[in-house]
């Protein structure tokens, strides 16, 4: 990649990329050359150093140029390159772009998924390059940052024009033209938001840009709320805190547990009797159950029990087109539960730890043909998401099934714009209810979770992200003993 050129021709030399600690990461030199990366209260080790690496490695605070360490010459080079690496791989550096001679960084990138390594995709003058519908520039404290729910990494722009000239990229343009406007960012930063999705190149002639060149048919179906909602709300491709953090406890008092009445004549129910019904005696039994008998496995005849109880397609039917509304005609399913527009388009995964009768391993549920599919997930992707779920509830063990309601999200939004993520996420409460109160009549636990790993999922199947992926999970299994209800 050439450098691109001033304004008065002549090509500026390309900005120096350093990889250095994100903020909230530190390194602790142990004895014997140990290295330790410690943020948010945990430590994870990187391996055993020479002691000139590791009195190097310091420079991992304020910057070390990656240039430096391709094609890492000295043995502390690549002792300093397989550092630099691990670190990478937890998403624990961000990198600053800075002039040559300049004194501080007019970019700062921030990886938003571990492993994301800063790359440059090929560019030539001819390039027609445009903004993604997805991308978006926003105040964050007192910093401007470009981000995207398709990027692996978020941009920190120091240098106004540099934003400007990027916000100018909303219409088409080929490169060549772009480089004589004021503030050209330079190829290698054009390169590097082209390899994260904020920018991509049109390929046809003519083509504007539009929502139908971007990707595939299932990402034309995305708004741009929606797909920003569904990343920034589930784990794995964003780095902010997640989770019950108390973000503003200390700053402001939590709402009461039950709103204060509203003032004004009361009508009192108390005097009304129940009636004993056993819907509502199910209702008043379920509770979460996080612990679970590793003695006592639930059983795969209990497992397919539960799931043709809940889950399993009933009966299906088709709408005839409609010509005149240009509508084809439509596939549908009856199922246990309701669904937004009888849509159905949540699929169900089963993470099975501990199984009477089912060998651990990854399943899809197929709710027509009643059967599961085994998926062929690395062992300790399972074991990541089953870590993951135990994480969630608290407790000292993995649930014995892990079930993960993943969402066709194009099943919904080829018909509904606007409120199809909404739906989605309304349709898995449905589900998980449905869940808690098949497990409560076979007198089985079970926990709703409220973080899935869309990452880790995707790795998990081979399926991107905003084609399907998880929208909640539910923990199964049999209770422990205790019967404690934590
Ligand atoms: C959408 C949803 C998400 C939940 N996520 C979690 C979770 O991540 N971890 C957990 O331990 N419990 C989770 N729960 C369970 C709630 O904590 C539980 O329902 C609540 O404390 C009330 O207790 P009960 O279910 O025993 O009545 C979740 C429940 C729902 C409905």
Not at 213 to 232: A, C, K, M, P, Y
Request: with cysteine.
């Amino acid at each position: 990649m050439r450098a691109p050129a001033t304004r008065s021709g002549r090509r500026a030399a390309a900005p120096t990329i350093s990889a250095r600690l994100a903020t909230r990461v530190t390194l602790e030199m142990r004895a014997g050359g140990a290295i330790a990366a410690c943020f948010d209260g945990f430590s994870v080790g990187l391996g055993t150093f020479s002691e000139r690496a590791v009195h190097r490695a310091q420079e991992l605070r304020t910057g070390l140029p990656l240039a430096g360490l391709a094609g890492a010459g000295s043995d502390v080079d690549r002792e300093i390159e397989r550092l630099v690496r691990r670190l990478a791989g937890r998403g624990l550096l961000e990198y600053g772009l800075r002039r040559p001679h300049g004194d501080e960084d007019f970019l700062v990138i921030e990886p938003q998924v571990p492993n994301y390594w800063p790359r440059t995709a090929e560019l030539a003058d001819a390039d027609v390059l445009v903004l993604s519908r997805f991308a978006y520039l926003r105040r964050r404290g007192n910093q401007m940052v470009l981000e995207s729910p398709r990027s692996a990494a978020l941009f920190k722009i120091g240098d106004a024009k540099i934003a400007a000239a990027i916000a100018s990229l909303a219409a088409p343009q080929r490169i060549k033209q772009f480089r004589r406007r004021d503030g050209f960012p330079g190829l290698q930063i054009l390169a590097l938001l082209v390899d994260c999705r904020i920018l991509f190149k049109i390929e046809t002639a003519g083509d504007s840009g539009l929502r139908a060149s971007e990707g595939d048919d299932n990402l034309v179906l995305w708004d741009f709320q929606d797909l920003l909602f569904h990343t920034r709300s589930t784990q794995g491709r964003h780095a902010n805190p997640l989770g019950g953090v108390y973000p503003y406890a200390g700053i402001i008092a939590p709402l009461p547990a039950v709103r204060p009445r509203w003032p004004g004549k009361k009508i009192d129910l108390r005097g009304f009797p129940s009636a004993p019904s056993p819907v509502a005696e199910l209702l008043r039994r379920r509770h979460s159950t996080r612990s679970f008998d590793d003695r006592r496995p639930i059983t795969l005849a209990e497992l397919a029990r539960f799931l043709d109880g809940t889950a399993r397609v009933l009966s299906r039917s088709k709408i005839p087109a409609d010509p005149a509304a240009g509508i084809p005609a439509v596939d549908y399913t009856a199922r246990p539960y309701p669904s937004a527009g009888a849509g159905y388009e949540l699929e169900l995964y089963l993470a099975v730890n501990n199984c009477e009768g089912l060998p651990r391993g990854f399943y899809h549920y197929d709710a027509g043909g009643h059967a599961l599919a085994a998926i062929g997930a690395a062992a300790t992707e399972l074991e990541a998401m089953l870590q993951g779920a135990q994480f969630a509830m608290g407790v000292h063990a993995a649930p014995q099934v892990l079930i993960t309601v993943a969402a066709r999200f194009a099943r919904l939004s080829w018909k509904y714009s606007s409120l199809a993520y909404a739906l989605v996420l309304r349709d898995t409460g449905v589900l998980l209810q449905t869940f808690y109160l098949m497990a409560t009549d076979m007198e089985l636990g079970g926990c709703a979770i409220g973080i899935a790993d869309i990452e880790l999922f995707a790795k998990m199947t081979g399926i991107e992200f905003h084609v399907e992926g998880p929208v909640g999970q539910f923990a199964i299994g049999r209770g422990s003993d205790s019967g404690i209800s934590d």
